[in-house]
Structure formats: structure tokens, C-alpha cells
């Protein structure tokens, strides 16, 4: 009886050892395959600034198996051993955008690949909101363009009257508020909206070309030259605003400097008949009939309207006969 104990005792050991070995050679294997990946990278704000202890989940789209890292202080995460697979990936942390991935790395590999990830931009809440406010004000400021091309300023003033309450720092909003009312003769209105856009935006051309427009429906004429001339300045190729100012200095009996501007306007625009015309007036007035018959027959040259061409031929026929005198 002892020796059939100690015999089965062997046995017993020897398909325990067996047992361990094949248990081994199962494990193996499977163990090789979780350390197939080594990923490194980093995740930074919308200012490629560093963000720490940001979450990256990474789920095996297969088998459901969820892997976990979080960012240290530099932004930077480390995953080693992941087994070859594809992933679904979030990468999450509070009062940031959460954003998903597809990583593939499905193809297996016998030795750990080193994979340095693309970087992670993440942006905050408050940059997602901000955005957000953007996208909707710049919908809304499209359709007002859309209502003041179609000429339907008084729709188009209440929107923006209501977007001034909602966006009061958006200029974009402010310098279409301000030339509504103007367009709509409320002048006062218009100055105190586009003064606002300059302090908003000083370099921006067009809100003083609209201030000096107000102040020349004021009769506030030094005013208008004032903004008219800054707009110049920021923006020489306007011809519309040099014409409008040189149609100031000319009312104001100061030829040589209007003169100076519808020259600069032509420059802009070499085909426009009414600055060949003011330009023809000046010339009028320095007592150069001839220069000015020069540019009427330029005008007559470029000009489409049949009432504007008889106006044309009439005029240079006085100065010719001016002339001859």
C-alpha cells in the first residue's frame, strides 16, 4: 500500500510539473503580445501650453480592455507594453474639450516598437464658448450685410441692435450698426456707434471714411475732413473717400488741395467720370480751360449714360468757345 502511495504521489507531481509547464508555454506567449507598443507623446493647449494630469483612455475596440495614463506635469504621457490592437481613444479633463481617436496598431510585433504620438491640442470651455459666440455673431453679421445690400435697413437695424446688446465689443457688429443709421440719415446715431469701432479697431479704414461721411450730412465740415483724411491715410486707394474729400475742399474754395485728392482718386480709379469732371472744375477754376477740356473729353470717353454725355458735350463746347474768345 505505501508503495502505491508514493507511486501515486509521483504521479501526482509529475502531472503537476506538467500541468505548470503547459501552463507556461500558454502564458508565454500571451505575455509577449502585452508589450508589443511603447507610446510616448504630448498634450498642450490651443497656446501649446503643456496640460497636466489629462486622461487617455485607450479601449480595445476587440476585446473591450480599457488601458489608462495621465499626463504629468510637462503635458507628457507615457504607455508601455500595449498589445497590438486597435484602439478607441478619449482624452478628457474637466473644464477642457474631450476628444476621441482611432488608433490602429493592430499589426503584431515580435520586439516593442517605440511610437512617438502626434501631439494632443485640447482647448478650454471657455475657448470652446468664445468660438461658439463667434461662429453665431459672424452668422448673424452676414445676414445683416445680406439685409443692407437688399436695401431693407430697418430689418436690418434691429438685428443688429440686438447683436450690439448681446456682442457690445464685436466691431465688426458695431461698424455695420453705425452705417445703418447713417444710410437711414440718423447721423448722431452712426457717430457714437463708429466711434466705438475705432477705439475697437483704430487702424480700421473704413469706420472713419463713415464718420467723416456723418459729419459731412452734419455740416460739421471740418470734422468730415478730419475722418476723410485719416481714412486716406490708412487707405490710399479708396477713391470713393479721397473723391468725397476732395468734393469738400472744392465746396470750400480750396482748389489746389482738392485738386490733390481727385488726382489721387483717379489714381485709384482711372475711369471714373465724376473725378474726371471735379478734376476739369479745378482746372476751371486755376484758369487752365484747356487742361480742363482735356478731362471732360476723358469723362465723355468713359462715360454710358446718354444724359451724362449730352451734359458732356455741352460743357466742353462752352469752354471751347471760351477759348476762342
Known sequence: MKEKGKKSSGNWILRLWLSGF?????????????REYHLFGVVVDTNKQ????????????????????????????????????????????DGYETRTFEWDFSTPQERM????????????????????????????????????????????LNLLQDLAKKYPDDSNVRYLLGFTLGRLHRYEEAV???????ELVPQFAPAYQQLGYCYQNLKDMDKAIEYYKKSAELDPTNSANLYNLGLILFEMSRV????????????????????????????????????????????????????KIKFLNKFISTLKEQIKK
Open 22 to 34: 503547459l501552463v507556461l508555454l500558454a502564458v508565454g506567449p500571451l505575455c509577449s503580445q502585452y
Open 50 to 93: 503643456p496640460i497636466a494630469s489629462v486622461e487617455i483612455i485607450l479601449q480595445d475596440v476587440n476585446t473591450s480592455r480599457n488601458y489608462r495614463v495621465k499626463t504629468d506635469k510637462n503635458g507628457r504621457y507615457v504607455l508601455s507594453g500595449l498589445p497590438h490592437g486597435r484602439y478607441k481613444v478619449t482624452v478628457k479633463k
Open 113 to 156: 516598437q517605440k511610437v512617438e504620438m502626434e501631439t494632443i491640442i485640447l482647448a478650454s470651455e471657455e475657448m470652446l464658448r468664445v468660438a461658439a459666440q463667434a461662429k453665431e455673431a459672424q452668422q448673424a453679421v452676414t445676414r445683416a450685410m445680406d439685409l443692407i445690400k437688399q436695401n431693407n435697413l430697418e430689418e436690418a
Open 192 to 198: 457714437v456707434e463708429l466711434r466705438k469701432v475705432i
Open 256 to 307: 489746389d488741395e482738392a485738386l490733390s485728392y481727385f488726382e489721387k482718386a483717379l489714381a485709384a480709379k482711372a475711369e471714373d467720370v465724376d473725378t474726371l469732371e471735379m478734376i476739369a472744375r479745378c482746372y476751371i477754376n486755376k484758369g487752365d480751360l484747356l487742361k480742363a477740356v482735356e478731362y471732360l473729353e476723358k469723362a465723355r470717353g468713359y462715360a454710358k449714360d446718354e444724359e
